[in-house]
């Protein structure tokens, strides 16, 4: 069988500051930009607030918990970045990406590979 072909669409740069999100302080995600549809939008509000909700010390442990939640859901391979100041640039999967604030962190949460 051949192998199948991932969809992405085209890479996209964003410069995220989380503490300038309108949602600072709520207990619930702030959407920023997102191609999943609304069910799996849902599914990562409540395991983002979950994992947020642990209180982990670092971002890369919360980023970490909430890419293999995502793994184990959506099959391989998913990838997380969580924190306050930081710019990406990443091609994903069509309807695999988004980027959410919750209270003073960012997150951007895609799948590609």
């Given at each position: 069988?051949?192998?199948?072909k991932k969809k992405s669409i ?36 409540d395991i983002s607030t979950t ?63």
């Open positions: 069988m051949g192998r199948r085209p890479h996209i740069a964003l410069r995220m500051r989380a503490t300038n999100s309108p949602k600072n302080q709520s207990n619930k995600i702030f959407i920023v930009s997102t191609d999943m549809t609304r069910s799996m939008q849902i599914e990562t509000s994992v947020f909700n642990k209180n982990h010390n670092l971002d890369r442990v919360t980023a970490e918990e909430i890419k293999i939640e995502f793994d184990n859901r959506y099959g391989p391979t998913w990838h997380c970045i969580v924190g306050r100041n930081f710019g990406s640039h990443v091609p994903h999967e069509v309807k695999h990406y988004i980027h959410f604030f919750f209270k003073d962190k960012a997150v951007l949460l895609y799948k590609f590979g």
